[in-house]
């Protein structure tokens, strides 16, 4: 499986973009339990922004983006979104998808949990 991810770029703080992420391969036509957005900024570790978990869609964000992103997925064509909003300087990094076949719900902020992951998306927001 393969995931793509797309959608960045450089915007001035307060302003929007839009990451989505799609998947391919042998396994495309299948069901991934979950799907994460993370991010990694320059000397950082990789961090945990949103995920969506679940037949029922539940959705989990970082407390730094709360409110101001949000994440969707259609299953029908296993892609991912993650809307961006108010966007800020804070928030410049390489935002990369993810997604699993067997996460659990406790696991979903996780790194180490997903097995996918798609190369990543280079998100610039200049102050």
């Known amino acids: 499986v393969q995931l793509q991810a797309s959608g960045g770029g450089l915007v001035q703080a307060g302003g929007s973009l839009r990451l989505s992420c799609a998947a391919s391969?042998?396994?495309?036509?299948?069901?991934?339990?979950?799907w994460g957005w993370f991010r990694q900024a320059p000397g950082k570790e990789r961090e945990f922004v949103a995920a969506?978990?679940?037949?029922?869609?539940?959705?989990y964000y970082a407390d730094s983006v709360k409110g101001r992103f949000t994440i969707s997925r259609d299953n029908a064509k296993n892609t991912l979104s993650l809307q961006m909003n108010s966007l800020k300087p804070g928030d410049t990094a390489v935002y990369y998808c993810?997604?699993?076949?067997?996460?659990?719900?406790?696991?979903?902020?996780?790194?180490?949990?997903?097995?996918?992951w798609g190369k990543g998306t280079l998100v610039t927001v200049s102050s």
């Open positions: 993810a997604a699993d076949n067997t996460l659990i719900m406790s696991s979903v902020r996780s790194v180490s949990a997903y097995d996918y």
């Open positions: 391969g042998r396994t495309a036509s299948n069901y991934f339990r979950g």
């Open positions: 969506v978990f679940g037949r029922g869609g539940t959705t």
